[in-house]
């Protein structure tokens, strides 16, 4: 089994930083793409950045400049840097693997978080 634990989230003001943090452990051969989406209150869960293995990085429209994805692949962690936070930012923000198992390396499953709360407030 897999688990994904994501850290970091909490209370900030508009314009302040945030940095959260998601390690994958368990049953793992290798670790593909890994990512972060946020679902807002009454809004969709949405895509904020990914990063495959290999380093290249997809960032929403709306966080591009602001927010900064980085991982480490020999420890299976993956981390949000947030920067100049906006109100609309709030929302609970998820951890996202794709991953291979060591019983069948060519197959890909896909898990999820259970979330940390992000809260831009003054």
């Known amino acids: 089994q897999v688990q994904l634990v994501e850290s970091g989230g909490g209370l900030v003001q508009p314009g302040g930083s945030l940095r959260l943090s998601c390690a994958a452990s368990?049953?793992?051969?290798?670790?593909?793409?890994m990512g972060w989406y946020r679902q807002a209150p009454g809004k969709e869960r949405e895509l904020v950045a990914t990063?495959?293995?290999?380093?290249?990085?997809n960032y929403a429209d709306s966080v591009k400049g602001r927010f900064t994805i980085s991982r480490d692949n020999a420890k299976n962690t993956v981390d949000l840097q947030m920067n100049s936070l906006k109100r609309e930012d709030t929302a609970v923000y998820y951890c996202?693997?794709?991953?291979?198992?060591?019983?069948?390396?060519?197959?890909?499953?896909?898990?999820w978080g259970k979330g940390t709360l992000a809260t831009v407030s003054s």
């Open positions: 996202n693997a794709d991953i291979r198992h060591y019983s069948n390396p060519l197959r890909v499953f896909n898990y």
């Open positions: 368990g049953t793992i051969f290798r670790v593909d793409t």
């Open positions: 990063m495959t293995s290999g380093g290249t990085t």
